[in-house]
């Protein structure tokens, strides 16, 4: 079973620019969660979709934003970027959000802002 | 709210010595336990879970028992190779009405020598 995906793998903006991160999940799971990870602060949880309903979103500014698909596809765009939103953004998929089940990850990509 | 916290690294050791990672947490509940485990240029990729007190996970020589009294979850091996050298994090995840997220600690980057 192929596991999740993201693309692009590498992505380099400017200040103010805007980006669209994409993310297919393992076929059969319906949760995906984005986290961030930057060498400051961790890892730190973005949103959580399930069934195209953001379910929870963590304590990020309103320029993060995100989807889900009826596919289970999910995007997340960041708008007016920022030197600080350069970071890996990780995408991980589980079956349902239920604690019990494993999330598993994406490799990420790598965003990087000028 | 919930955290986790692990030990500060790095650690380095040599091939063939024991590893404990130590890992605590604080929860409003009982929550699910992970280790995942990150290779350079890599995402996550799970390591092993427990899902309740004294469950007891275990893959590829490593185990780590939910001990709900201590509320650890700590990480051991008995004999680590070159090849476990990564960065290791620690994680909860806990149901919170309708969604869950992982929570995860600062990671302990861990090198294995000759």
């Known amino acids: 079973k192929a596991g999740v995906t993201q693309t692009p793998r590498y992505l380099i903006k400017t200040r103010g620019q805007q980006v669209t991160l994409s993310c297919s999940p393992i076929s059969g799971h319906r949760s995906v969660s984005w986290y961030q990870q930057t060498p400051g602060q961790g890892l730190q949880f973005l949103f959580e979709y399930f069934s195209e309903t953001q379910r929870n979103k963590g304590n990020f500014p309103g320029r993060f934003s995100g989807r889900q698909f009826s596919n289970s596809r999910s995007e997340m765009n960041v708008s007016t970027l920022e030197l600080g939103d350069s970071a890996l953004y990780l995408c991980?998929?589980?079956?349902?959000?239920?604690?019990?089940?494993?999330?598993?990850f994406g490799p990420g990509t790598r965003l990087t802002v000028l | 709210g919930n955290s986790v916290t692990q030990m500060e690294g790095p650690v380095t050791l040599s091939e063939e010595a024991f590893l404990t990672i130590n890992c605590t947490y604080t929860a409003t509940g009982y929550p699910s336990l992970f280790w995942y485990v990150q290779y350079p240029g890599e995402g996550l990729q799970l390591l092993l879970k427990a899902t309740k007190a004294d469950d007891k996970g275990s893959n590829k020589g490593f185990e780590a028992t939910y001990r709900k009294e201590t509320t650890s979850f700590h990480l051991e091996k008995g004999s680590v190779q070159v090849s476990d050298s990564a960065v290791y994090f620690c994680a909860l995840r806990l149901n919170t009405g309708t969604a869950s997220k992982l929570t995860f600690g600062t990671g302990t980057r861990l090198q294995v020598t000759l």
């Open positions: 991980a998929s589980s079956l349902t959000p239920t604690a019990a089940d494993t999330q598993y």
